[in-house]
């Protein structure tokens, strides 16, 4: 199947900093998507973003489909912006998804 | 539903017992996933119906796991006979045939 690795696996900033996280994939993909696992355990869809770029807030993602990375954009960082990033992805004829490890990521005040 | 539902939150058990896993799609999406989250990774894939039809089981990991949707809306997932190694977040998400999925808020099962 599809192989995900995303870097860093971890992550540690100052409020107000900026960083990028990293996501390859192993072969060609119809889905991708950007997630936050906040500290409660909630899944929230930050991008659907299988191509392109996208930009929501201090968020952005650009998908590079033909190279097999995404890049998730985190500006301005603030504290509620910790938890784990998870970035997925799918080939098939539906949206099953494969998960990478994540990034964990603390920002401290 | 304005998002996808899930019950029980939280479940604790006893090994041997059976659970029920209950999940409620976002109204008007076909398609319906299970994964398992275990502590510190990513979640993994174990079923997927496309409304009432299980299109892919391969990620149910024994005999003891078996999802329905019968009416092609809500979806049980059950697990015969709990162990230990069970215990993990059971998460659910909904689709439309093709495209983004949203997840509901999990079932965190402990197996005693």
């Known amino acids: 199947g599809i192989q995900v690795e995303q870097s860093p696996p971890d992550l540690i900033l100052q409020e107000g900093a900026n960083s990028t996280l990293r996501c390859n994939f192993s072969?060609?993909?119809?889905?991708l998507q950007w997630f936050h696992q906040n500290p409660w355990g909630q899944l929230i869809n930050l991008f659907y973003i299988p191509s392109g770029t996208k930009q929501n807030g201090r968020l952005s993602a650009t998908t590079v489909a033909t190279e097999r990375y995404s890049l998730l954009y985190i500006s301005s960082s603030q504290t509620t912006d910790s938890g784990v990033y998870f970035c997925a992805v799918g080939n098939s004829g539906y949206s099953t998804l494969t998960f990478g490890k994540g990034t964990m990521l603390l920002v401290s005040p | 539903g304005a998002g996808v539902s899930q019950s029980p939150r939280y479940k604790v058990t006893k090994r041997g017992q059976d659970v029920a896993l209950r999940c409620d799609p976002i109204?008007?999406?076909?398609?319906l996933y299970w994964y398992r989250q275990a502590l510190g990774q990513g979640p993994e894939f174990l079923t997927y119906?496309?409304?009432?039809?299980?299109?892919?089981k391969s990620g149910l990991p024994n005999d003891r796991f078996s999802a329905e949707r019968p009416e092609g809306s809500i979806s049980t997932l059950t697990i015969q006979r709990t162990e230990q190694r069970d215990s993990a977040m059971y998460r659910c998400?909904?689709?439309?045939?093709?495209?983004?999925?949203?997840f509901g808020e999990g079932s965190r099962l402990t197996v005693l």
């Open positions: 998400a909904s689709s439309l045939v093709i495209g983004e999925l949203f």
């Open positions: 072969d060609s993909v119809n889905n």
């Open positions: 109204s008007g999406h076909v398609s």
């Open positions: 119906f496309n409304y009432e039809a299980q299109q892919d």
